[in-house]
């Protein structure tokens, strides 16, 4: 009887644990973006957690990208977005949303500094106004396209 | 008055008029200029050719682009200016190259009410994990669509089923590790817009992402 009840808790946890990885693999919750391409040294910071970008590193709400001098990055966004970025740039996601059913779009970022390229994904073409990049002198506003941008640290 | 007085008296007044100049001059002069701006936003053509708008609202005033190679002051201070090739290339170059890779969609279309794809879609699907494999760090979207024929919740359910079915398939196919986001719209995402219980192959489909 025993065996049998430990058999089963180990056997429930099995379960639970595969559900988990299931999830993870096919859902993973926080996840807005993807990083894609790397040259020279660039860092993601989510959660007070630096780690090195690499291809496949996870983008979430609030991750800090930031490039070294010589550097770029390039990250794709679950709604199609593509931002990529020269060296010594700093750019933190503020807002990411994307549930098309419920009308429920955003992506505000703030670029610190440094140089941008960005091209528009499914929220600029659903909700045009829903797309912003902040910087320290002006916000800009994305109709549907694909820009540059960059910022010259004040010092 | 002889000749010397009259000169001094000429050099007395043009110092007078010179003091009145400088000073009217400091009046009007304008504070000193600004730094020269360098952080600026250039608005390009989308990957499709079109060409959308920038808007800018920034600290001093609000200006909007609308024309390719168009580029403003984040500041918002100045009206548009044309930026060259030359400068683009010199301060976006890097940011450019980095790029990944844009996003590309497959359709992929149903025989009514299961998950068994069209010949031709079946055909597809080599190509899908052909394409998916040649990127890098790749993930998809699997997302299923149905028709609006019988009732939404079994479409729902069944539009998931499709896109489960494609999943798998695809898995089998060689993307066994790839991150797959599996979703289902139901019938509330129709490619061709139809009235309720409406058969239309159009909307009987699997869209997928390749990212």
């Given at each position: 009887?025993?065996?049998?009840?430990?058999?089963?808790r180990s056997f429930a946890a099995g379960i639970l644990a595969a559900m988990a990885t299931t999830a993870f693999a096919q859902t993973p919750a926080a996840t807005v973006g993807y990083v894609k391409t790397v040259t020279g040294q660039?860092?993601?910071?989510?959660?007070?957690?630096?780690?090195?970008?690499?291809?496949?590193?996870?983008?979430?709400?609030?991750?800090?990208?930031?490039?070294?001098?010589?550097?770029?990055?390039?990250?794709?966004?679950?709604?199609?977005?593509?931002?990529?970025?020269?060296?010594?740039?700093?750019?933190?996601?503020?807002?990411?949303?994307?549930?098309?059913?419920?009308?429920?779009?955003?992506?505000?970022?703030?670029?610190?500094?440094?140089?941008?390229?960005?091209?528009?994904?499914?929220?600029?073409?659903?909700?045009?106004?829903?797309?912003?990049?902040?910087?320290?002198?002006?916000?800009?506003?994305?109709?549907?396209?694909?820009?540059?941008?960059?910022?010259?640290?004040?010092? | 008055?002889?000749?010397?007085?009259?000169?001094?008296?000429?050099?007395?007044?043009?110092?007078?008029?010179?003091?009145?100049?400088?000073?009217?001059?400091?009046?009007?002069?304008?504070?000193?200029?600004?730094?020269?701006?360098?952080?600026?936003?250039?608005?390009?053509?989308?990957?499709?050719?079109?060409?959308?708008?920038?808007?800018?609202?920034?600290?001093?005033?609000?200006?909007?682009?609308?024309?390719?190679?168009?580029?403003?002051?984040?500041?918002?201070?100045?009206?548009?200016?044309?930026?060259?090739?030359?400068?683009?290339?010199?301060?976006?170059?890097?940011?450019?190259?980095?790029?990944?890779?844009?996003?590309?969609?497959?359709?992929?279309?149903?025989?009514?009410?299961?998950?068994?794809?069209?010949?031709?879609?079946?055909?597809?699907?080599?190509?899908?994990?052909?394409?998916?494999?040649?990127?890098?760090?790749?993930?998809?979207?699997?997302?299923?669509?149905?028709?609006?024929?019988?009732?939404?919740?079994?479409?729902?359910?069944?539009?998931?089923?499709?896109?489960?079915?494609?999943?798998?398939?695809?898995?089998?196919?060689?993307?066994?590790?790839?991150?797959?986001?599996?979703?289902?719209?139901?019938?509330?995402?129709?490619?061709?817009?139809?009235?309720?219980?409406?058969?239309?192959?159009?909307?009987?489909?699997?869209?997928?992402?390749?990212?």
């Amino acid at each position: 009887m025993i065996t049998s009840n430990k058999a089963m808790r180990s056997f429930a946890a099995g379960i639970l644990a595969a559900m988990a990885t299931t999830a993870f693999a096919q859902t993973p919750a926080a996840t807005v973006g993807y990083v894609k391409t790397v040259t020279g040294q660039a860092w993601v910071t989510t959660i007070g957690q630096r780690v090195p970008a690499v291809p496949g590193t996870a983008i979430m709400i609030g991750s800090q990208l930031k490039t070294q001098p010589q550097s770029t990055l390039g990250v794709t966004f679950k709604d199609n977005t593509v931002m990529s970025f020269g060296p010594d740039t700093e750019l933190t996601v503020d807002d990411y949303l994307y549930e098309p059913a419920q009308g429920q779009l955003k992506l505000g970022s703030s670029l610190a500094k440094g140089s941008l390229n960005y091209v528009s994904g499914v929220i600029a073409k659903l909700k045009p106004d829903a797309v912003t990049v902040k910087t320290p002198t002006g916000i800009i506003g994305v109709r549907g396209t694909q820009f540059v941008a960059r910022v010259e640290e004040v010092k | 008055m002889t000749a010397a007085k009259t000169m001094k008296h000429k050099i007395s007044q043009m110092a007078v008029t010179a003091m009145a100049v400088a000073l009217l001059g400091a009046c009007t002069t304008p504070p000193p200029p600004p730094p020269p701006q360098l952080s600026y936003v250039t608005l390009l053509p989308s990957p499709d050719g079109s060409i959308g708008k920038v808007v800018v609202q920034g600290q001093r005033g609000e200006q909007l682009l609308t024309q390719a190679q168009q580029g403003v002051f984040l500041d918002g201070s100045k009206p548009p200016f044309a930026v060259s090739a030359e400068q683009l290339e010199r301060d976006f170059g890097a940011s450019m190259k980095a790029r990944p890779a844009l996003p590309e969609q497959f359709l992929l279309y149903f025989e009514q009410g299961g998950t068994q794809l069209t010949a031709e879609s079946k055909s597809l699907l080599a190509r899908i994990v052909e394409r998916a494999l040649a990127r890098l760090a790749v993930d998809m979207s699997v997302i299923g669509h149905s028709d609006t024929q019988g009732a939404a919740n079994a479409n729902e359910a069944l539009a998931l089923k499709r896109a489960t079915a494609i999943a798998e398939q695809l898995r089998g196919l060689g993307l066994k590790d790839t991150v797959m986001v599996i979703e289902s719209h139901g019938e509330r995402n129709l490619l061709v817009p139809t009235p309720d219980d409406t058969a239309e192959p159009r909307n009987r489909r699997v869209e997928i992402t390749l990212r």
